[in-house]
C-alpha cells in the first residue's frame, strides 16, 4: 500500500508544564508519518514546504523507516513556525505565535512518482489546497481528512465542497460541534456524513476517540499514560496508526476499521509521552501491539443478562 500525507512541516517551540523544546521539529505531516511508518507495507510519501533553515537531519529517521520525503520542496525563506503554550488541563492550548514563512505560498505539487498512492490524508491546511490534492492524485480507495476552527470559520463554503471527496473526516469534538453548528454529538456527526463522509471520527483529547459509520458507534478510551510531556500532535499521530494500520491490513471492513481506531489511539497516546516527534524514534512495533493489547483488557467485559433480568 502507499499514503499520501501533505501538511505542515513545521518547526515547533513548545512549553508545558513539564518542560520546554525549542524549534523542535513538528507538523501534521512529520507526526503523521512517524506514525504511519511504524506499519508495515504503509509506504508513507510526503509532500509539503520547508525553508532553507529546516534541520532535515532531524527528519533522517523517517527516510531510514521507508518514509518518501522527496516531495517536501525546499524554498528560499523562513520554515513555517509555530508556539504554544499548555496548562495544567493538557486539553486546552494557548498559540503564542504562527509565523507561516514559506508556507504562506505553499500550493501542493504531487509528484508524479505519488498520483496513484492508494490512501491519502489531508493535514489541516486551507481546505482550497485540501481540494487541489484530491485533483492532482489517481482514485485512492480512502481518503481521511482533517481541518481546524480557523477553516471552518473562514471557509466554510470551500469545505463544504470539500466535503463530498472524503471518506473519513477526523476531527475533535468542538471542530464537530462548529462545522455541523450543533452541539450534540452525535447529531453532528450525522450532518458532516450527510455532506459526504461515510465515516466520522471525533478525538475528545485525553477522553478518547469515536467512529460513526451509518450504522454503529464504536468508542476507543485514551489511554491513561504514567506521564504526558507534550500533548502536541497527538491527533495526527491518531490518523498516522489510523492509517498505517488499514494500509497494512489492506482492507477496510468494519472490524478493521474499529481496530484502527484502537492502533490510532496507541500512536497517539505515544506522542504525547516525549516533545516534538521524539517518542517515535525509539518506538518499536511490538511496543504498539502491546498497547493495542492493554486497550482490549481495559475494555473487554463479560455481561450475563440475567444478574439483572431473572
Ligand atoms: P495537533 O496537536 O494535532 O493539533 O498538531 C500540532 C501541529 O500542528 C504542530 O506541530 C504545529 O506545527 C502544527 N500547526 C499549528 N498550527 C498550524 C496551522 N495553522 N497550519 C498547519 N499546521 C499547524
Known amino acids: 500500500m502507499s499514503i499520501l500525507v501533505v501538511g505542515s512541516v513545521a518547526l515547533d517551540s513548545v512549553h508545558t508544564p513539564f518542560g520546554s523544546a525549542e524549534r523542535v521539529v513538528g507538523g501534521s505531516a512529520n507526526f503523521f508519518a512517524a506514525a504511519a511508518s511504524l506499519f508495515p507495507r504503509s509506504g508513507v510519501r510526503v509532500v509539503g514546504v520547508v525553508g532553507d533553515d529546516y534541520p532535515m537531519d532531524r527528519l533522517a529517521f523517517l527516510s531510514d523507516r521507508g518514509v518518501d520525503l522527496s516531495g517536501i520542496e525546499r524554498a528560499a525563506g523562513e520554515s513555517f513556525f509555530w508556539a504554544g503554550r499548555y496548562h495544567y488541563d493538557l486539553n486546552a492550548r494557548d498559540t503564542l505565535e504562527t509565523r507561516l514563512g514559506v508556507f504562506a505560498d505553499f500550493q501542493p505539487r504531487i509528484p508524479e512518482a505519488f498520483r496513484t498512492s492508494e490512501q491519502v490524508f489531508l493535514g489541516n491546511i486551507h481546505p482550497d489546497l485540501q481540494l487541489d490534492v484530491l485533483d492532482q492524485v489517481d482514485d485512492p480507495g480512502l481518503v481521511v481528512c482533517d481541518t481546524m476552527n480557523f477553516w471552518i470559520e473562514g471557509h466554510r463554503a ?72 507534550d500533548p502536541t500532535g497527538a491527533g495526527d499521530s491518531f490518523a498516522g496508526g489510523f492509517l498505517g494500520y488499514l494500509a497494512s491490513v489492506g482492507t477496510q471492513d468494519p472490524g478493521e476499521l474499529r481496530r484502527a481506531m484502537v492502533y490510532g489511539s496507541a500512536t497517539g497516546s505515544f506522542a504525547v509521552e516525549d516533545f516534538s516527534v521524539d517518542r517515535f524514534r525509539s518506538l518499536t512495533p511490538l511496543e504498539i501491539a502491546d498497547r493495542v493489547e492493554d486497550f482490549r483488557q481495559m475494555t473487554f467485559f463479560e455481561h450475563d443478562v440475567s444478574m439483572i433480568h431473572g
Open 158 to 229: 470551500s469545505l463544504e465542497r470539500l466535503l463530498p471527496r472524503v471518506d473519513v473526516l477526523m476531527v475533535n469534538d468542538s471542530e464537530a460541534r462548529q462545522l455541523a453548528n450543533e452541539p450534540h454529538l452525535l447529531q453532528a456527526a450525522r450532518w458532516i456524513q450527510a455532506r459526504g463522509p461515510r465515516w466520522v471520527v471525533i478525538k475528545k483529547g485525553e477522553h478518547g476517540a469515536v467512529l460513526y459509520d451509518e450504522a454503529s458507534i464504536f468508542f476507543v478510551p485514551g489511554f491513561p499514560l504514567e506521564s504526558i510531556f
